[in-house]
């Protein structure tokens, strides 16, 4: 086992986020619904934010914190990607049900290093990203009805 601190894990979760962008961005190749390429285009906003939140965030947590190490080894980004599979023509339901899995795998992830963080303060930065995650998932959830209904 390799050791990480709590900035490694912020960093991991700054590349799902950019490594998202990219998944989102080869899907728009993929379908030729607008109402899909807009919110391929939404979701790509989306991770931009979150990435550029998660940096903030960063700079909030004070450098003990971020120094903290754990005893993990991170799995590399690209894994989570690897098995998911895309269909050669991509629609809405597909893309919701992408994002709902990928938003999922992260906040599964946040879940699991915080039970693993022997400080408090790293449990809470973790247990914070974890329930900001979850708000995302409502947001996507909101973007989902509201294309049922429009």
């Not at 790509?44 to 909030?60: F, G, K, P, T, V």
């Not at 599964?108 to 039970?115: D, H, L, P, T, V």
């Amino acid at each position: 086992m390799s050791f990480n601190q709590t900035r490694d894990i912020l960093d991991h979760a700054r590349e799902f986020h950019r490594r998202l962008i990219r998944f989102y961005d080869g899907l728009r190749g993929l379908t030729e619904s607008e109402e899909t390429a807009r919110l391929l285009e939404e979701l790509i906003a989306r991770e931009r934010q979150l990435e550029a939140r998660l940096a903030d965030y960063e700079e909030r947590v004070s450098e003990n914190t971020l120094d903290t190490f754990f005893k993990y080894v991170l799995a590399t980004t690209e894994q989570e990607f690897r098995d998911y599979f895309i269909p050669d023509e991509v629609d809405s339901e597909f893309v919701i049900a992408a994002a709902r899995y990928f938003d999922e795998r992260l906040s599964r992830f946040y879940e699991s290093m915080a039970a693993k963080a022997l400080s408090v303060q790293v449990r809470d930065v973790l247990e914070n990203l974890r329930e900001m995650e979850q708000r995302e998932q409502l947001t996507l959830s909101k973007m989902e009805l509201e294309m049922k209904e429009g």
